[in-house]
């Protein structure tokens, strides 16, 4: 197995594993999930949902090899940075209870979902990933954002609608996880050697 393979694959578990925590995570922090995982809990576990999706996004990046041109390079920074970023604010709030959490939470979610879109849009035209494991994602993320601030704007949780979000979110990165992980995709996009 190639270094870029195992990057790949290892990449499309952490992908996986991000889809678990984003939906676990999102479920505590609306406090869905009470008593088990508290609103504090579910920004832990954000945050690390977060950082598994760094690695989930090198293997994207590994899969790439420049497909996706000025539209994936946008989407990969800004990804990156948004997901360092509401990683970084989730533990910051959720571990230390620091105010100024919220707030990097709130600009890494914005920056990161900006970042996921427009990446969705460069790996679909890169045909980097299967259609079927890229509009989850793109739409998970555009789902979420409003979902998100649901009680900012209303004043409540709509239950239904914050189950739903994150269930989005979730699936979309499981799908882009499956696809890197089970690399069929892109195995069946390279030509194969003439002797």
Known sequence: ?????LVIRSGGLAG???GLLYFVGYAGMAELLMPV???LGGHVVLGFAGMATLPALVA??????????RLGAVGYTLSFIGAAVFSVGNLAE???MVE???????VGLMILTVGVVVLGFGVKRGKMLPAWAVWPLVAGWVGFLPVANSPIVFGFAFILLSLLGAGMLGVG???VGY????????????????R
């Open 16 to 18: 996986i594993l991000a």
């Open 173 to 175: 990165w499981v799908a």
């Open 94 to 96: 959720g571990v230390f």
């Open 1 to 5: 197995m190639s270094s870029s393979t």
């Open 60 to 69: 994207v990046l590994a899969r790439d090899k420049g497909r996706s041109a």
């Open 37 to 39: 995982l508290s609103n």
């Open 179 to 194: 696809a890197l992980w089970s690399d069929s995709y892109g195995s069946a996009r390279q030509p194969v050697p003439v």
């Open 100 to 106: 100024f959490g919220a707030v990097l939470f709130g």
